[in-house]
């Protein structure tokens, strides 16, 4: 069983900056890719970036350039720093892990970016 926890959410204005922090807890074998996905209000939930094993990492384009992804499944944590944040970014955060082909998500932070 894998337990992940998240925090770092909060309310920051719009340019300003937030880093999210996922700790993945109990048995990490077979855990292969980490990442934080986001959903906003009335929309689906989507990917915003994964670390993969090899440390190989994947952004959105909408974030590409703003934020930072670290961490990984060798170390069970996984980041995210989140840069210039615009009003759009308003979301709650999920921090996810693909462990044996089963994807495991967190209970998810919430972000809010005033304009």
């Known amino acids: 069983q894998v337990r992940l926890v998240e925090s770092g959410g909060g309310l920051v204005q719009a340019g300003g900056s937030l880093r999210l922090s996922c700790v993945a807890s109990?048995?990490?074998?077979?855990?292969?890719?980490m990442g934080w996905y986001r959903q906003a209000p009335g929309k689906q939930r989507e990917l915003v970036a994964s670390?993969?094993?090899?440390?190989?990492?994947n952004y959105a384009d909408s974030v590409k350039g703003r934020f930072t992804i670290s961490g990984g499944n060798t170390q069970n944590m996984v980041y995210l720093q989140m840069n210039s944040l615009k009003p759009e970014d308003t979301a709650v955060y999920y921090c996810?892990?693909?462990?044996?082909?089963?994807?495991?998500w967190g209970q998810g932070t919430q972000v809010i970016v005033s304009s």
């Open positions: 996810n892990v693909q462990r044996l082909g089963v994807p495991i």
């Open positions: 109990g048995s990490s074998f077979g855990i292969n890719a």
């Open positions: 670390i993969s094993s090899g440390s190989r990492a």
